[in-house]
């Protein structure tokens, strides 16, 4: 009786009678009949939608990949959306990340292994959905971990760092960033290729490359990258030159390293977020080469347990992704609250789409770039990433922020008068801090340096083939007796003049918030020695080859929201980054 009377009142004359309640001219019975139909409405709809999602969770067949929305473009923010709407599933997100990477990774080689769980794990996570429980804005979304990065047994995928000699290592645990991703509700797809050991095996290798699984491909560039396109031959002479090839910022066609299949991944529409490790701009370099947002971290304020180490006193990590606010939400995911200062509402409370009130530092563009001499010149290209980066600045100043140039230490003067440098310091580093992860490994035969040593010697046509042969790096680190002293005085030295005499420097004495300038530069080594954070920011596309660039904005310790302001600033004012072209010669033969 009274299910008749809501119909007969709603559905024959409901504007009547929405005017009549609205206007105070109804009886308190009808109210309630009014208030009880809403409460109805409302619930019919859950129901509506937890059968919708229901079929879509159980009916989706594995392996056939959903077509209502474009990975080489939808934000994890975004895709989150259709997720909550019932539009799509988490496994159907699995399963277009599989087919992207099933399609297009014989070539793009950013990928090295493939997570067995991951469907299983995207169910679990719809029926959660399902049931109401949503455990934040990541839930189901899939991401890249870079393979330095330690999963567990459960997860099914080695951690190798690039090199056989890790392939059946085995970690019992994940890195504690892993941990609190899974939390969160994150799906971890896939681990990614990087340069072997993060960069730290042969001063003559290439970014991106690894033993494990050869040399990853820019999804953007026209052309291939190899070896030979270094512009250097196969040697270095000083570890400076070795800077120049670890960042090879002057080759126009390289995919820039050591987070190379994270970036790559995530811009060939694999998954819509990846995370990286950073520590002379191995998470910044790649990420604006693949047309990404990324943030390089404070050092200090995650975990870096269960991470492959480079150098623990300059390790961090970051993650990349197609906008600011898939940024904010992993930062507030992984970042350590008792480590640093987050915002109150978290990190995605900062960001307001505007440039009032930042006051940001700018760098020339022709002081900051690596010289010819040091790669392969292009001239026109670098006259329009000059050009358009001079526009960039412009532009900024007439939205509204206060835009000023400014002058920032060189990072050659991080280096005493004794000759020593931020180099010396990560060869000093990388034995002990390798081997503090290689002990506690409890399935592999490998607990030492000379160990990866003598295995690369052992397996050398896997480990240095012909081109590749280089392990210098590993042999100075296993050779190095640099005095504490001479460590302490060096670290003084290069952390004075990278905050003191530079980046806070600059930032009081010119009163900006932040320093903006090429990211195709030695930028990246000055946050590096600081330990402080920086960003990067998609700008355009070289005309001759299609490879992104972008600028690098810098700023001092535990000012992630500062750089998650200009991050979201530039996103609402800037064009809309663009997606590969995914060209027909690199899908699978």
Known sequence: MLTHMIMAILFRKPLRFVFKVVCGQSSPFAIQIFLLAIIMGFFVSLLCKACVWRKRAQNIPSGSPFTGFDPLLATATELQNLLSSGALTSVDLVNQGFAQIERYDDYLRAIISVSPTALEDARRLDRERVSGRIRGPLHGIPMLIKDNVATSLELGM???????????????????????????????????????????????????WSAIRGQCQSAYTSDDFDLDDLGFGHSVSSLFTFLYKLLNCYNYQSPGGSSTGSAVGVSAGYASIGLGTDT???????????GLYSIRLTTGI???EGIVPFSRKFDTVGPLAKGARDIANILDVIVDRGATNVPLGGYASVLHGKWDHLKIGTLSPEKWFIPPSLGRPNPAAREQMDRETREAYRKMQNLGATVKSVELVSWEEMSPANGKGIFDLFEADFRKDIESYLKVLPSSSIKTLDDIIKFNIEHASLELPKG????DLLIRAANNSMSTEAYEKTFAQMRLVSRDMGIDKTLRTDEVDVIIGPADSAFSLLACGAGYPSATLPLSYLDFNGRPFGLFALTTAHHEDTLLQVMSAWESTFPARKPPSMQPS???A
């Open 302 to 304: 995650t975990s870096m």
């Open 586 to 588: 690199r899908l699978k």
């Open 158 to 208: 080695d951690t190798t760092a690039g090199s056989f000699a890790l392939q059946d290592s085995r970690p019992l645990a994940n890195a504690d960033i892993v941990n609190k991703l899974v939390e969160a509700g994150v799906i971890i797809i896939a681990k990614s290729q990087l340069s072997e050991f993060a960069n730290y095996k042969g001063s003559g290798l290439p970014p991106g």
């Open 468 to 471: 590749y042969e280089s392990q």
């Open 280 to 290: 002379t701009g191995s998470v910044v370099i790649p990420a604006t080469r693949a």
